[in-house]
């Protein structure tokens, strides 16, 4: 992903690891970004990227209750 991202993260060394995190989702839910800009995607992909991000974390977060 670009360098140039402007999302904060509390960890800043996180960052390789987010953005593999966010192509995977991307991927399962059959959005095809791309490193560097993703500007041209729709408020409904990038939501369902988002939503899978979120689904995904969840899942984990139950895994180890």
Do not use: C, H
Request: cysteine-free; overall charge positive; aromatic content about 4%.
């Amino acid at each position: 992903m670009s360098s140039k991202n402007s999302n904060k993260l509390n960890i800043p060394q996180a960052r390789a690891a987010m953005d593999k995190f966010k192509m995977e989702a991307a991927s399962e839910v059959g959005v095809n970004l791309k490193d560097g800009y993703n500007g041209d995607l729709t408020s409904r992909q990038a939501g369902s990227v988002g939503g899978q991000m979120v689904k995904k974390m969840i899942e984990s977060y139950e895994k180890n209750l």
